[in-house]
């Protein structure tokens, strides 16, 4: 046996020291290998977006006028709270994300920014001013009624033409002391803190944009946050972006929200002072505001059902009783003005008369938080500002108290905010900008869905056998975003849509294609496609998809993932295209009903509410659109 190992081991040496003098000449050598058109490896040579990156572009801290009348947790708190770390809220309760964002804005008000931490702290110069010391003397009180009660003094004097007193300098500080704090977070391939302020103009008619800029702290520094103290007007804004980025080279960029509360004012085809759009006006808007916030806390914006009845998804966190303040009812006119998907309609007829579309925008979603957490969890939601943490109560408290009882928003009616879904080519400040400005983004409710979608003129079935439908999607179409023309004698464009569920939330229970388009008499019309779903479900004679079903057991705020799809995935083809007829297409995905926010609340507290509360949500994915232009 030991003479067998030995010449075992005499053998195994002498093959080794044999391999080792040939090795070279065993490898193979460059040109070895035929060379083919598809490399083996599937990834080689991608450049194309293959992550979506999330965050939230709308998040308010104690720098805020109207968030710092109640919350006391400043933006560095705010940017570590978006890395998934821990924090604690203003009224000592331990707060933190499941899963960290990828990118955050801190978007605080741009007017008299920066206020509010002075004010608190007795600043002589403000205390100085009879509105100041009075300000101060009542947020001072631990009189909840009286803080409430001027904290939404204060915020309505945000409406106001003049400031109360001036702070330039106090703005100008707090500023450059926030783009150091931005710069400082920002950890390119990891985490992106973007700069940028919103513009919090004609408050109670909600004329608001964030504004966000591409570059550091010495390209943001060589401005301060324009505010509506600089004018009321949001041409006036887009004239000074634009002056802003035609001085510096900048890039920046506008996103309006909530034109639900906007009582017809944000997607009106008017200009502020009631004529027609100007082109260059349109140009203006089109270049600095490439996409719209069209869900957050103050309910959702993609549709109505007032204008789209043959919707059964229109009626999805509706606020449409008043203006953001309730001091104008709202009239029925108004609202084909404030909805994304009109405005998206509305923009097809503009681009007819103009040449171009001041509404050609992509969609995300954000929170609009005060409390300087950026969540937009069901279990995990925290409320619009920080008067009302997690009680028994706040479920009932005034949100937004308004002159008319009818038109006051209370608790239950708040939704969990929004994120911002973008897909860029990595993690970066620029990358993510870039992904905005053409509209490679999409909104959600909430959920962390991943969605693709795809239009083209020769999509087929077989791209939808595989992993990675992005490939087929970027080597035959154009993304979410993009646009179409050049229709093929006889085609019809086709869209390949997929989308993977949140593993912490729903299934999904279809994805749908809403298209909208400027028929031969020039007037708008659209129509919603279930275009692919879960389970063996089969439409009704009138197109109508049945319910998914609902597993939500609300007493114990739980669900169960037995209905529904982990994925989706199709090809469709417009059955009812016409190549003369201007289009847009986008994809919206929808879970399975799941316990809404609400529901976690009764279950802590031991709560009993009304009938009017709802209990359960369907989350939703909205993309931004692909758009077709006839030659």
């Known amino acids: 046996m030991v003479k067998a190992n030995r010449i075992r081991y005499v053998l195994l040496t002498a093959l080794a020291t044999a391999a080792a003098a040939g090795a070279q000449d065993m490898r193979p050598q460059p040109g070895d290998i035929p060379v083919t058109d598809a490399p083996f490896s599937p990834y080689a040579g991608r450049d194309f977006p293959t992550q979506v990156y999330w965050g939230d572009t709308h998040l308010h801290t104690a720098i805020s006028v109207d968030a710092g009348t109640m919350n006391s947790v400043g933006q560095e708190e705010a940017f570590r709270f978006a890395r998934g770390e821990e924090i604690t809220t203003t009224h000592g309760l331990k707060a933190r994300l499941s899963r960290p964002l990828d990118f955050i804005v801190v978007s605080d008000h741009a007017e008299m920014y920066g206020l509010m931490p002075a004010l608190l702290k007795g ?61 400082q977070y920002n950890e390119p391939g990891r985490f992106s803190a973007i700069i940028g302020y919103e513009y919090t103009t004609r408050g109670g008619f909600n004329l608001h944009r964030n504004v966000l800029f591409r570059g550091d702290a010495s390209m943001a520094n060589q401005t301060v946050p324009f505010s509506q103290f600089d004018s009321q007007n949001p041409e006036d804004l887009w004239r000074h972006l634009d002056d802003f980025r035609t001085r510096t080279g900048a890039r920046i960029l506008a996103i309006p929200h909530n034109g639900n509360l906007s009582n017809g004012l944000m997607f009106s085809p008017s200009t502020v002072a009631g004529r027609s759009y100007p082109r260059d006006l349109a140009l203006l808007r089109a270049s600095l505001e490439p996409i719209v916030e069209v869900t957050q806390i103050k309910g959702d914006g993609e549709a109505h059902p007032l204008l789209s009845p043959d919707d059964e998804f229109a009626d999805y966190e509706t606020w449409d009783k008043s203006n953001l303040n309730g001091t104008e009812a709202k009239k029925p006119e108004m609202i084909q003005y404030e ?121 087929d079935e077989s791209d939808t056998h595989t992993r990675l439908p992005a490939r087929a999607g970027y080597a035959k179409g154009v993304p979410m975003g993009g646009e179409l023309s050049n229709a093929p004698d006889g085609g019809a464009p086709s869209f390949l849509v997929a989308a993977l569920k949140d593993p912490y939330s729903g299934n999904l229970d279809r994805i749908q294609v809403v298209k909208g388009w400027l028929d031969a008499d020039g007037d708008t019309q659209e129509k919603v496609y279930d275009v692919v779903w879960a389970g063996d479900r089969e439409a009704d004679t009138n197109g109508k998809l049945p319910p998914v079903g609902n597993t939500v057991d609300i007493k114990n705020a739980t669900f169960r993932n037995t209905i529904g799809s982990p994925e989706l995935m199709t090809v469709w083809t417009d059955p009812d295209f016409d190549p003369e007829q201007h289009a847009f297409y986008y994809a919206r995905v929808i879970e399975i009903p799941t316990p809404r926010w609400t529901a976690y609340e009764a279950l802590r507290f031991d709560l009993d509410m009304p009938e009017e509360v709802p209990m359960t949500t369907q989350e939703r994915a909205y993309t931004s659109p692909i758009w077709y232009t006839p030659e």
Not at 145 to 169: T, Y
Not at 438 to 458: L, P, S
């Open 339 to 459: 909805y994304a998907r009109e405005a998206l309609k509305n923009g097809l007829k503009m681009r007819q008369r103009l040449g171009v579309n001041p509404f050609q925008f992509g969609m995300i979603g954000s929170t609009d938080s005060h409390t300087s957490m950026s969540g937009a969890e069901e279990e995990n939601f925290f409320g619009k500002h920080s008067g009302v943490e997690p009680e028994p109560e706040r479920w009932e408290h005034v949100v937004i108290e308004a002159p008319n009882p009818e038109f006051t928003i209370h608790g239950w009616q708040q939704m969990a905010g929004g994120w911002a879904a973008v897909w860029a080519t990595e993690n970066t400040r620029e990358a993510i900008f870039d992904a905005m400005m053409r509209k490679e983004v999409y909104a959600t409710t909430g959920t962390r869905m991943t969605v693709r979608f795809f239009g083209g003129w020769d999509f």
């Open 123 to 183: 600043d002589p110069a403000i205390l100085g001013n009879d509105i100041g010391k009075r300000w101060y003397d009542e947020l001072k009180s631990g009189d909840r009624d009286r803080i409430f009660a001027v904290a939404m003094e204060i915020v309505d004097s945000l409406s106001k033409a003049d400031p109360p007193f001036a702070s330039d300098d106090i703005v100008r500080d707090a500023w450059r002391a926030y783009t150091a704090l931005a710069d």
